[in-house]
């Protein structure tokens, strides 16, 4: 059953803790994005990872860290200098056959 | 800058009759544009797509036509239905990798 997978759904943090969201795909494709949707303000890019071992900065990296040792998994780091944690964090894949990019099913954070 | 807008936050129709969602952008560079559908809580899911090349694309109830000289497109939904109530993002990819990016969406409603 192929797709991409993030967990968990929903997860709690207390401020000035890092929290890391986990995105794995079997889906055999080479890049990886995360996105930060807040209401209102569409979908904005993170990080992406064109291929392993090599990743670039988004729109709004600052306060995150990723990493992509694996194809198969693009785990996000949401650090203490995030200043608004709080949102809905989604992961994608590209597929250059479809020239779409597939979504995850997104991780609501929360910090309190 | 926001290279790709939706001047709509929310839009409302009648079952039955014709959804009409707007997307502008201003990056001459841009020569993909996608459609997504987002249910709350979950990922955005792809709808339909148009190269450059085209200024028209249809699959089912859904059209959408691309303008490159007033650098708008627009995705018909006829008819619509109460299942299509969703956000609607509008997205762009540029002539080379796969990074897109996208709108602010518009929330759709369709009343029965």
């Not at chain 1, 990886?32 to 303000?41: A, E, K, S």
């Not at chain 2, 018909?76 to 990074?99: E, L, M, N, W």
């Amino acid at each position: 059953d192929g797709g991409i997978t993030q967990s968990p759904k929903y997860l709690f943090r207390k401020e000035g803790q890092n929290v890391t969201l986990s995105c794995e795909q079997n889906l055999n494709h080479d890049a990886m994005y995360w996105y930060r949707q807040d209401p209102g303000q569409g979908l904005r890019l993170i990080y992406y990872s064109q291929i392993v071992n090599d990743f670039q900065k988004g729109d709004i990296a600052e306060g995150y860290s990723v990493s992509r040792e694996k194809k198969e998994s693009f785990p996000l780091t949401v650090t203490s200098a995030q200043k608004n944690p709080t949102a809905f964090y989604l992961c994608a894949t590209y597929s250059g056959f479809y020239n779409e990019q597939f979504f995850g099913p997104g991780t609501r954070l929360t910090v309190l | 800058d926001q290279q790709v807008k939706q001047n709509s936050p929310s839009l409302s129709v009648q079952e039955g009759r014709i959804s009409i969602l707007n997307c502008d952008y201003t990056n001459s560079m841009f020569d993909y544009f996608l459609w997504y559908k987002k249910y709350p809580a979950e990922g955005p899911t792809f709808l339909i797509s148009i190269s450059s090349i085209k200024d028209k694309n249809e699959d089912g109830r859904f059209t959408v036509f691309l303008n490159k000289s007033a650098k708008h497109l627009s995705l018909h939904i006829v008819p619509s239905q109460p299942g299509d109530s969703a956000v609607y993002f509008c997205a762009a990819k540029g002539t080379s990798g796969s990074r897109l990016t996208f709108g602010e969406g518009t929330q759709l409603t369709v009343n029965p």
